[in-house]
């Protein structure tokens, strides 16, 4: 005797406030109960009108959330006998859900060696941040992007051939971009390179990744600015090299302390235009000094120049890869900064010895980069927008630099603010007598985002601090966010 399914879909909950469509929180609801075995092949389901007055919803979506699961083949419909559970659904083939799942005795999924040891090494990280608030950090003028001027240029990409938008992307990235970048760094960064050198990446993230994985071995050491940028760490952290904390003074990273700690090294990551996250331009002495090394030990250099665009003196800080005559140096940007991170666009520029390898590599391996979005940012470049975008906004941030200095100024004493050249974030130092932690989580309770220095750390490090992000933040919330650090230290 076949079951009747009325009783069991008295369990069915729908919420009429929820965003999610009411038919299709019943074909989930419906598709639960077949697939935790509540209901079972053969049972027939009550009438759709039945079924429609239990639960509280109209007909029309009762029938519609039934002629889903029939055409996914889990329900059949019989004419004059009513629709039923499908023969096809047999309780050894249904899967336990996770929560009715109890097998304590499955073992763990397997993870590879790499992934295994990685996990444990990786450094601390939550979301980067998505929201314009006091004092995030990462995060650029989400509130001054010209988004007209984008919606514009995107449609018109939509439009174009479709065999050019829709089929298979340039491996190597999308030619006019990788040209719009090569004429950029030419003229703003004083780097002189060729399109053909430039690959376009996910994001610097991506970047890092494929470099690291081309270059490093497993267990073959990397130097790290110490403190440092924790992304690139946790990329190359990830293809199991092993990363070796080296000190990081106003002149930027210590070419000395790194040859103490591992003569042999493979690569070094460095951030010369604005370390991360203290901030120093690295001194003309030490890039010469860190390029002599890397020649003499055969390793190669990663420059992240995340931010370079945003300096707030007469020149942009020089970039390492300008001075670079043995080839030593992969430069990688992003427009996460200099557009928004959404667009997850970053580029490696290699050297002309490392070109045909990369080229192999992206070819072969990587699913490349949707070519709209390059044609739209390559576009901007062309056409003059990325430029004034980038002038417009080094004078914003230099306003909600200011700002913040000039407000700060109030925590002196207990938070020394310190100026940042470029960029937009900047570094505060403690006084002895407060906590970094609990002014972070106190500044957090008050719905102020702050980081603490010691987030950013590889290896011990003396330096006390938070670092503050301006970029994305409204002068007015610059100056409450102040208001609320000053109303905390007390307590800290
Ligand atoms: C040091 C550093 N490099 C690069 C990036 C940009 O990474 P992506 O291009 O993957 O967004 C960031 C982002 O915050 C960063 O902090």
């Known amino acids: 005797m076949k079951r009747h399914a009325g009783a069991m879909l008295s369990s069915i909950k729908i919420d009429k406030t929820a965003e999610k469509k009411i038919s299709i929180q019943l074909y989930m609801a419906l598709r639960d109960l077949l697939l935790t075995g509540a209901l079972t092949p053969g049972d027939r389901l009550p009438a759709t009108r039945t079924l429609a007055r239990e639960i509280g919803v109209s007909r029309t979506t009762v029938i519609d959330a039934i002629d889903r699961l029939i055409s996914e083949g889990v329900l059949v419909a019989r004419v004059g006998a009513g ?13 336990k859900s996770p929560a009715n799942a109890k097998d304590e005795t499955a073992p763990p999924p397997r993870l590879s060696h790499a992934t295994s040891h990685a996990i444990p090494d990786f450094a601390p990280r939550s979301r980067l941040p998505h929201n314009s608030q006091a004092f995030v950090t990462a995060l650029p003028a989400l509130d001054a992007f010209p988004m007209a001027q984008w919606a514009k240029l995107s449609a018109r990409h939509w ?9 298979y ?8 971009l990788r040209r719009a970048i090569a004429r950029q760094l030419n003229a703003s960064r004083g780097i002189r390179c060729h399109p053909e050198q430039i690959f376009i990446t996910n994001g610097a993230q991506r970047a890092f990744s494929l470099i690291g994985g081309m270059l490093v071995n ?53 951030t010369p235009s604005h370390q991360q996250p203290l901030g120093h331009v690295m001194s003309l002495s030490r890039r010469l000094a860190l390029l002599k090394a890397a020649n003499e030990a055969n390793a190669m250099i990663v420059e992240d120049d995340y931010d370079g665009e945003f300096y707030y003196g007469n020149q942009p800080p020089p970039t390492l890869k300008s001075i670079d005559t043995q080839g030593r140096v992969i430069y990688v940007g992003t427009f996460s900064k200099s557009l928004f991170p959404a667009l997850r666009l970053g580029f490696a520029l290699v050297p002309d010895g490392l070109v045909e390898s ?35 906004m080094r004078q914003l941030y230099k306003h909600r630099h200011d700002t913040l200095i000039e407000t700060a100024a109030s925590l002196a004493g207990d938070i020394d603010l310190q100026p940042t050249s470029s960029g937009f974030h900047a570094v505060a130092r403690l006084s002895a007598n407060l906590d970094e932690n609990r002014l972070v989580s106190a500044a957090e309770k008050q719905g102020i985002i702050t980081a603490p220095l010691s987030r950013y750390s590889l290896g011990k490090i003396t330096r006390r601090g938070i670092v503050l992000g301006f970029g994305s933040c409204a002068t007015d919330d610059i100056i409450k966010g102040v208001r609320v650090l000053k109303s905390i230290v007390p307590e800290c």
């Open 83 to 95: 629709t039923f559970v499908s023969d096809a659904l047999n309780e050894r083939l249904v899967p």
């Open 159 to 167: 439009r174009k051939d479709r065999d050019h938008i829709a089929g």
């Open 169 to 176: 992307g340039e491996p190597y990235g999308y030619m006019p």
């Open 218 to 270: 497993p267990g073959e050491p990397i130097w790290f600015e110490n403190p440092g940028a924790i992304g690139a760490r946790n990329a190359f952290v990830a293809i199991g090299a092993r990363p070796v904390p080296v000190e990081v003074d106003e002149e930027g990273l210590s070419v000395e302390d790194g040859l103490a700690k591992a003569p042999h090294f493979r690569l070094a990551f460095v």
């Open 358 to 392: 990369f080229e192999r590599v992206c070819l072969t391996w990587l699913a490349g980069i949707p070519t709209v979005t390059q044609a739209i940012v390559a576009e901007f470049m062309d056409e003059g927008m990325f430029a004034t975008h980038i002038r417009t």
